[in-house]
């Protein structure tokens, strides 16, 4: 089928479902389906299929973009891009274990970023236009290719981590970067505070730091892994003034890729159907102090990134996140009467209502918030 008539049927759904008044649900290969805000009204939604809509637009290895419909599996892009030397730098998961795998559109949707958001800026960064199908049935472009084409109200951003909530991404253009030439992975004994005091430290400075990760193995230990990425004069100068075990290679890409997929030891309880334990996903201010909350903790992108696992109140969790500046996402697991996301401010509340209105005025699109 040909990439218009599958926008044509896709938009024949929405007038179907202004029509009949039933809500509508997009959906890619449902990677992250467990970050669905309100579970009873999807069983109850129309799902909006977008695998169908796949392949890649056009790709400009010189130029540093490439442009994708939502429907085409992330690895397929990520294969694509390997062969140029390019890469997507925020290391977006997959989450492989559910669905068929992870879509383009599902990776915008959903906003998440993997390790190396610390160092390069998360999935929001990288996009630079997209085309939405709205609540209208209408096709709307936003953005353009290239950096210098983005001006003004940038709505292709804003679908970053929108969860489909102002419509269903049909393209999105992303800005690519070269691989490094050079990696390696450090390994330093600390705390949980030393930690985080050190790698803002070192952040401070001019090195090549691509990401970083503090918990504790099972020995109780808690330990600092250090990723270096860059040119490999730089990233053997760092190595040899940073001191620390270095992984070999091997080891590191085990730990870096499980670290984003959630596959490490450490994440393997929340993974477990009905997990009792609730996942945390705490966002803070990267010079924020160890929380004191109950539970494992794991510390990622130089402190600004926080998992929690275990049963902590979830009122007490995100009055803690709030006090520190910043807020807490129950990310899986947990009870399900608990939001997944802190609902906003009452100011914010207004924004978000006119926006979502603007887009989908009957309402057919989930609400992240509950809200609509």
């Given at each position: 089928?040909?990439?218009?008539?599958?926008?044509?049927?896709?938009?024949?759904?929405?007038?179907?479902?202004?029509?009949?008044?039933?809500?509508?649900?997009?959906?890619?290969?449902?990677?992250?389906?467990?970050?669905?805000?309100?579970?009873?009204?999807?069983?109850?939604?129309?799902?909006?299929?977008?695998?169908?809509?796949?392949?890649?637009?056009?790709?400009?290895?010189?130029?540093?973009?490439?442009?994708?419909?939502?429907?085409?599996?992330?690895?397929?892009?990520?294969?694509?891009?390997?062969?140029?030397?390019?890469?997507?730098?925020?290391?977006?998961?997959?989450?492989?274990?559910d669905g068929a795998g992870a879509t383009v559109g599902g990776m915008?949707?959903?906003?998440?970023?993997?390790?190396?958001?610390?160092?390069?800026?998360?999935?929001?960064?990288?996009?630079?236009?997209?085309?939405?199908?709205?609540?209208?049935?209408?096709?709307?472009?936003?953005?353009?290719?290239?950096?210098?084409?983005?001006?003004?109200?940038?709505?292709?951003?804003?679908?970053?981590?929108?969860?489909?909530?102002?419509?269903?991404?049909?393209?999105?253009?992303?800005?690519?970067?070269?691989?490094?030439?050079?990696?390696?992975?450090?390994?330093?004994?600390?705390?949980?505070?030393q930690s985080i005091e050190q790698v803002n430290q070192w952040c401070?400075?001019?090195?090549?730091?691509?990401?970083?990760?503090?918990?504790?193995?099972?020995?109780?230990?808690?330990?600092?892994?250090?990723?270096?990425?860059?040119?490999?004069?730089?990233?053997?100068?760092?190595?040899?003034?940073?001191?620390?075990?270095?992984?070999?290679?091997?080891?590191?890409?085990?730990?870096?890729?499980?670290?984003?997929?959630?596959?490490?030891?450490?994440?393997?309880?929340?993974?477990?159907?009905?997990?009792?334990?609730?996942?945390?996903?705490?966002?803070?201010?990267?010079?924020?102090?160890?929380?004191?909350?109950?539970?494992?903790?794991?510390?990622?992108?130089?402190?600004?990134?926080?998992?929690?696992?275990?049963?902590?109140?979830?009122?007490?969790?995100?009055?803690?996140?709030?006090?520190?500046g910043g807020h807490a996402t129950r990310f899986r697991g947990g009870?399900?009467?608990?939001?997944?996301?802190?609902?906003?401010?009452?100011?914010?509340?207004?924004?978000?209502?006119?926006?979502?209105?603007?887009?989908?005025?009957?309402?057919?699109?989930?609400?992240?918030?509950?809200?609509?």
């Open positions: 089928m040909q990439a218009s008539d599958t926008v044509s049927a896709l938009q024949e759904q929405v007038r179907r479902a202004i029509a009949e008044r039933r809500p509508l649900v997009p959906r890619g290969g449902a990677s992250k389906r467990w970050l669905d805000p309100d579970p009873a009204r999807s069983r109850d939604a129309q799902v909006l299929d977008m695998r169908g809509h796949a392949g890649i637009v056009a790709y400009e290895p010189s130029e540093l973009y490439v442009t994708a419909r939502a429907g085409t599996p992330l690895a397929e892009l990520e294969q694509l891009l390997a062969g140029q030397g390019q890469c997507l730098p925020c290391d977006p998961p997959r989450f492989a274990r915008v949707a959903s906003g998440l970023s993997g390790p190396g958001r610390l160092s390069v800026g998360a999935v929001r960064d990288f996009v630079l236009g997209a085309s939405l199908l709205s609540g209208r049935a209408e096709v709307l472009h936003f953005g353009g290719q290239v950096m210098k084409n983005v001006a003004g109200f940038d709505v292709s951003r804003l679908l970053a981590g929108s969860m489909g909530s102002l419509g269903a991404i049909l393209e999105v253009s992303l800005k690519v970067l070269p691989q490094p030439r050079a990696q390696a992975t450090l390994v330093f004994d600390m705390d949980e505070r401070a400075r001019p090195l090549p730091i691509s990401a970083s990760a503090w918990f504790a193995g099972h020995d109780g230990r808690g330990r600092l892994h250090l990723r270096l990425r860059g040119a490999r004069a730089a990233v053997d100068a760092a190595c040899a003034g940073l001191g620390g075990e270095r992984l070999d290679e091997a080891q590191a890409e085990v730990l870096w890729a499980g670290l984003r997929e959630q596959e490490l030891d450490w994440f393997a309880p929340s993974w477990q159907p009905a997990a009792p334990e609730t996942l945390w996903r705490i966002a803070v201010p990267s010079t924020t102090p160890p929380l004191g909350l109950p539970g494992p903790t794991l510390v990622e992108w130089g402190g600004t990134l926080r998992w929690l696992r275990g049963d902590a109140d979830a009122g007490l969790v995100r009055e803690v996140a709030a006090r520190a009870d399900a009467a608990v939001p997944v996301f802190t609902p906003p401010s009452p100011a914010l509340q207004v924004i978000h209502r006119r926006v979502k209105s603007s887009f989908d005025p009957h309402g057919l699109f989930p609400d992240c918030f509950g809200l609509s």
